[in-house]
């Protein structure tokens, strides 16, 4: 039986809890993604993977793949220290994302997926 995005956030406790629920919600109600969970935490996809959150113990990790070319949407988006054009924000407590700037950074990586293909192929 595979594990749901629902599933995941259930297991979750505390802030992260809290924290990853309101992301989760913000993604989907910015449209066009698909979620799953894939590497054991959700992943949002629409022509490749477009973004994820990952819970640690005192936040949340918003990633996105072509996040490297997003910098300019958001200063807190930080590239990963791995290759490859991730950028992250750690997100601490409720309300530290807006769900307008979840949908701008959205919409932002599904463009750069159809502008690009997927970052997996490409």
């Given at each position: 039986?595979?594990?749901?995005?629902?599933?995941?956030?259930?297991?979750?406790?505390?802030?992260?809890?809290?924290?990853?629920?309101?992301?989760?919600?913000?993604?989907?109600?910015?449209?066009?993604?698909?979620?799953?969970?894939?590497?054991?935490?959700p992943?949002?996809?629409?022509?490749?993977p477009v973004?994820l959150?990952?819970?640690?113990?005192?936040?949340?990790?918003?990633?996105?793949?072509?996040?490297?070319?997003?910098?300019?949407?958001?200063?807190?988006?930080?590239?990963?220290?791995?290759?490859?054009?991730?950028?992250?924000?750690?997100?601490?407590?409720?309300?530290?994302?807006?769900?307008?700037?979840?949908?701008?950074?959205?919409?932002?990586?599904?463009?750069?997926?159809?502008?690009?293909?997927?970052?997996?192929?490409?």
């Amino acid at each position: 039986m595979s594990k749901t995005v629902s599933d995941y956030i259930a297991g979750l406790s505390g802030a992260p809890a809290d924290v990853a629920k309101e992301l989760h919600g913000a993604i989907l109600a910015a449209g066009g993604t698909k979620d799953s969970v894939k590497w054991g935490h959700p992943i949002y996809e629409a022509g490749g993977p477009v973004c994820l959150i990952k819970a640690a113990k005192d936040h949340v990790t918003l990633g996105f793949w072509r996040g490297a070319d997003m910098l300019d949407l958001d200063p807190r988006l930080a590239k990963g220290g791995g290759k490859g054009d991730m950028a992250y924000i750690k997100v601490k407590a409720l309300g530290e994302v807006e769900q307008a700037q979840v949908a701008r950074l959205v919409a932002r990586g599904i463009a750069l997926n159809v502008e690009k293909g997927d970052p997996f192929k490409s």
